[in-house]
């Protein structure tokens, strides 16, 4: 098995055997011995069609000077470098998160005035999830700000530099050129004096490669041919993965959203823009919110089950119809109940009311509740006492009727008819 050792280490066992030499002497002798040291002839890639490529590198290019507080920030950049052009821009950060991405691109397309249809950034988690040289897993939500503007992506190999030439190794140059020896405070004032540079210092800087100023050479060659730069903000979305509480509400962004009860327990994926909240299962749209501020809640109604929804919304008039719907005398006895100035704190005494129309009939409580508002009596404790005391009572069977006389005749015979007496009559000749 062929074993490969460092002159370091060959050049340690020759002293164990007593050969002392010059770490640089070895090498000139592997070099021209053993080939140490020579690589593979480099070709370089053709620069593509006018406007096509944009590639993107990212590094730390400055310290800002100490706040009120005595406190310094260090700034990373994305530095932008036009593939035929090498026009440059650089956009100050402060993280490297897909949101300053996404805002350092609309700042590039504005500066360039247009947008390349190619953009070739390295292997940053900020764009690229997963590196793959074949098909690599790219930010969903910055894939969906690529589809929103028209171009594409193409990533860079992993540790392969050459795959991004025109951009790689320019970092240093931006650290030492752009931004050594400036006393910069803010991250506003270092992202004006990189706008400053691009377009003013470096910009009309004759390029060793193509013998042209680079904003003179991207203004009259690429600019032609780039996408229309972008006339309104982009609305950075946020993604999350919330999952759905007991209580079927899932927390985005600080702001509470209602969900169907099939999704209790479950993780959802949560797109959340300026206007909306949507929320998928397995890439199905299931629900659509209004954005909510931080604090706040946003409740459907009908994502709660009947039995369920009346109590959490506070719907007194719905209990009221429920009661009404029983019976005329048990919906005033429940209207008499809520009538207080916190209707919903007596939400529970027409649930009870209603537990006793399930549990006796609604006739039973019907009556009880017209002798109890006779009485004026309001409490659902003591209705539910008369009710169980009537049912606990015994019933009284009605008296049995007298058996009849055995020499009994029927009434009408005893009963004389009035026949008036007959007048006399008198002869008036006598």
Wanted: net charge positive; glycine share 6%; hydrophobic share 40%.
């Amino acid at each position: 098995m062929r074993a490969t050792v460092r002159l370091s280490k060959i050049r340690k066992l020759l002293r164990r055997q007593g050969v002392e030499i010059p770490y640089a002497t070895l090498r000139r002798w592997a070099v021209v011995t053993l080939g140490f040291g020579r690589t593979a002839p480099t070709l370089p890639v053709v620069d593509g069609p006018p406007g096509e490529e944009c590639q993107l590198d990212t590094g730390w290019v400055l310290t800002l000077e100490p706040d009120a507080r005595g406190k310094r920030r260090r700034l990373r950049a994305w530095i932008f470098t036009a593939g035929v052009s090498r026009h440059r821009f650089v956009y100050p950060i402060e993280r490297e998160t897909t949101a300053s991405a996404i805002e350092a691109c609309e700042a590039a397309w504005e500066f360039f005035g247009g947008i390349f249809r190619v953009l070739l950034p390295d292997n940053t988690k900020a764009i690229v999830q997963r590196a793959d040289p074949l098909e690599p897993l790219i930010n969903p939500v910055f894939l969906e700000y690529t589809q929103a503007r028209g171009f594409h992506i193409d990533t860079a190999r992993v540790r392969k530099p050459k795959d991004k030439a025109r951009v790689e190794r320019r970092v240093p140059t931006v650290r030492e050129d752009c931004f050594g020896g400036e006393r910069l405070a803010t991250i506003a004032a270092a992202r004006a004096h990189a706008r400053w540079w691009c377009a003013e210092d470096y910009g009309l800087r004759r390029h060793s490669t193509t013998q042209r100023l680079p904003r003179e050479h991207c203004e009259t060659e690429e600019r032609p041919h780039l996408l229309p730069a972008p006339t309104a903000a982009y609305d950075v979305p946020l993604r999350a993965e919330p999952k759905v509480a007991r209580d079927q509400h899932a927390l985005v962004a600080k702001a509470l959203y209602s969900l169907p009860t099939e999704f209790v327990g479950k993780r959802l994926d949560a797109r959340a823009d300026r206007s909306t909240v949507r929320f998928y299962d397995r890439g199905v749209l299931v629900k659509v919110h209004p954005r909510q501020p931080p604090g706040k809640r946003s409740t459907d109604a009908a994502d709660f089950p009947e039995h369920k929804r009346v109590y959490a919304l506070r719907d007194v008039h719905y209990l009221q119809s429920q009661a009404t719907a029983c019976g005329p005398m048990i919906g005033r006895f429940a209207a008499a109940v809520l009538a207080v100035p916190l209707p919903w704190t007596r939400m529970r005494r027409v649930y009870a009311l209603l537990g006793l129309v399930r549990k006796y009939g609604a006739p039973r409580v019907e009556a009880a509740c017209t002798t109890a508002l006779a009485a004026e009596m309001l409490s659902v404790r003591r209705l539910k006492a008369m009710l169980e005391h009537a049912a606990s009572a015994p019933a009284v069977p009605p008296p049995a009727p007298a058996p009849p006389a055995r020499y009994l005749r029927p009434a009408l015979q005893y009963a004389l008819p009035l026949v008036p007496p007959p007048i006399a009559e008198v002869s008036h000749g006598q």
